[in-house]
């Protein structure tokens, strides 16, 4: 395979003012560049890591983090078709990973928890570049942009997503718990029953739930083959998410008029909370079995033609 230098040819190169091949990188050097910068990667990042692990092996809501960087990697795996036979790695990959070490230093300057952990997937690209050039990285860009969704969300994005979320959560659940037969009224986010008040905070509005089935539909489209199925999952994304944290609502406070408090909170905070990631797998499931149904060719046997004849008795 020919580096992106090579792509360009030599007379791109001899416009820079570059001989040619100059920013390619020489197969033995390949691995001494990469080794290096797997070193300082591994120097530079393991504290954002450890924090990420952290949040999410403390938060249930987040705990679908262990999962992205296995099915990354099963990405890369199942894509390694397009893995080229020979490949060359370009010196513009470590342009890509210092701008990543600088903005990784600009988010410890600024204390920010959402830069450190996009930085280092954009380090990654940049180490995918040096190691195959450009090819490796239109194999690999499915993985890095499902790294993504390790990152928790910006502060701005939550807070305007939970607005929304928490009043159409509990608008909707209210209208569910009365269709049911349960007392119920909202007021503001919280909803009141007749012998509790379940109140709606920003952890429950779904913001979180509906990131996780952002991941879930976003895995599930990078694998599938067919674009309506891949659409369908994106779509459907959000919209099961929302249904899916109504039904967790509704199922507490039906917990909390006829069961116990106890019961209903723990449900609610750490059950519920364990079951979106199997919950958001077999909605995306369903969607495409939905698809599929809806797109099974059929025989086209012709229009019905009217017998004519007449029958003699």
């Known amino acids: 395979m020919s580096s992106l230098s090579s792509e360009m040819g030599p007379k791109h190169d001899a416009a820079m003012g570059l001989p ?29 890591v450890s924090k990420l692990v952290e949040r999410w092996w403390s938060n249930s ?15 890369a795996w199942s894509r390694r078709s397009m893995i080229p036979a020979k490949a060359k790695g370009t010196f513009w990959g470590i342009t890509l990973v210092l701008a990543a070490v600088g903005l990784r230093c600009f988010s410890a300057y600024m204390s920010d928890p959402i830069l450190a952990p996009a930085s280092l997937v954009i380090c990654l690209f ?21 790294l993504l969704f390790m990152i928790p969300l910006p502060n701005f994005m939550e807070s305007w997503g ?37 109140g709606v905070e920003e952890a429950c509005s779904g913001l979180r739930s509906t990131v996780l089935f952002l991941a879930v539909s976003a895995g599930a489209a990078f ?21 899916a944290n109504i039904v967790r609502i509704v199922a507490t406070g039906l917990l909390y008029q006829f069961g116990s408090a106890e019961l209903a909170s723990a449900v609610f905070h750490d059950f519920f909370g364990f079951l979106m990631l199997p919950l958001a797998a077999g909605m995306v499931y369903g969607v495409v079995l939905l698809v599929q149904m809806l797109l099974v060719p059929t025989e086209d046997e012709g229009p019905l033609l009217m017998d004519t004849s007449i029958a003699t008795g």
Not at 189 to 194: C, H
Not at 227 to 243: C, D, G, K, S, T
């Open 20 to 48: 040619d091949g100059s920013r390619d990188i020489a197969p033995m050097q390949v691995y001494a560049v990469v080794g290096v910068l797997g070193l300082v990667i591994g120097w530079t990042y393991h504290q954002d």
């Open 61 to 75: 809501d987040y705990v679908h983090g262990f999962l992205v960087i296995p099915f990354a990697v099963y990405l």
């Open 126 to 146: 940049g180490v995918a570049m040096c190691w195959g050039g450009l090819r490796y990285c239109l194999w690999l860009w499915p993985s890095f942009i499902f």
């Open 162 to 198: 939970n607005l929304v979320l928490q009043r159409v959560a509990t608008v909707s659940s209210t209208g569910v718990l009365q269709t049911l037969g349960v007392p119920a009224a909202s007021f503001g986010n919280v909803i009141l029953l007749s012998n509790a008040e379940l």
């Open 223 to 243: 694998l599938l083959k067919s674009a309506p199925e891949r659409l369908a999952v994106l779509l459907a994304a959000i919209p099961a998410a929302v249904i």
